[in-house]
């Protein structure tokens, strides 16, 4: 949902896990937002570290997406991605910090970047430093199966934040080859990326590279 007048201005680059997480935040408190490319390590990007996004909603200049996403579906979505209960809350911020300590700086250094760079770049990528990082994705891989055929889902509480935060960590290494073969292997995993590409956020939010 975009257009003049937006209420969030999501400063990110195009294809960036962390500006869809803010973006699918958007989507679901149904917050029109516009996406404004900006390079990470450009001078026009105001992240005093150098990443994306920078997110200005409600007269706020925020960034880390944990906050971002939490203040929008507080203040605009009546809380409907956090649950309620304190146990099942304390799990839903497990799996949002086990996605952006764990998750995401293996499968974004170890394939995505290589993958994306070669796609977009046409730069080689390095066969061997994918080869190394492969086992402990297989690993990160095995255990998220694990703990879904567990659990049924993250949190047993529907689409949370954890939904939000995951997919689009576990979305872009299942673009890759490697990790689509990975995934290949995890039924629970396929399915529930399966579920969640049909919900409307997600449909919204798609990359272009995503044919
Ligand atoms: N903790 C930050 C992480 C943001 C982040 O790492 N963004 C990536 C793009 S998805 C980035 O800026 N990468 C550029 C870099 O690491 O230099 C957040 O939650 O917003």
Redo the contacts with the bound molecule.
């Keep these: 949902m975009a257009g003049p007048g937006a209420d969030v201005r999501i400063f990110?680059?195009v294809i960036?896990?962390?500006?869809r997480?803010c973006q699918i935040a958007c989507e679901e408190a149904g917050l029109p937002h516009d996406v404004i490319a900006t390079p990470?390590?450009s001078p026009e990007n105001r992240?005093p570290f150098?990443?994306?996004?920078v997110v200005e909603i409600d007269g706020l200049e925020l960034?880390?997406?944990?906050a971002?996403t939490r203040y929008i579906d507080t203040a605009h979505n009546g809380g409907a991605l956090q649950p309620a209960d304190p146990a099942a809350r304390a799990i839903t911020d497990q799996w949002i910090a086990i996605a952006?300590n764990y998750l995401?700086p293996l499968f974004?250094n170890g394939l995505v970047m290589p993958w994306i760079m070669h796609r977009v770049g046409g730069i080689e990528p390095d066969v061997e430093a994918i080869n190394r990082a492969l086992p402990a994705i297989s690993r990160a891989l095995g255990f998220c199966e694990g703990e879904l055929q567990a659990r049924g889902g993250w949190t047993r509480h529907g689409f949370t934040l954890a939904d939000v935060f995951l997919y689009p960590v576990l979305r872009s290494l299942e673009l890759t080859p490697q990790g689509a073969a990975g995934i290949a292997q995890c039924d629970r995993l396929g399915e529930w990326l399966a579920a969640c590409r049909e919900r409307p956020s997600i449909v919204a939010t798609r990359w272009e590279i995503e044919t």
């Excluded at 960036?16 to 500006?19: A, D, E, K, P």
């Excluded at 960034?63 to 944990?66: C, L």
């Design positions: 990110g680059t960036s896990t962390y500006t997480i990470a390590h992240h150098g990443r994306v996004p960034i880390e997406s944990v971002i952006n995401f974004e």
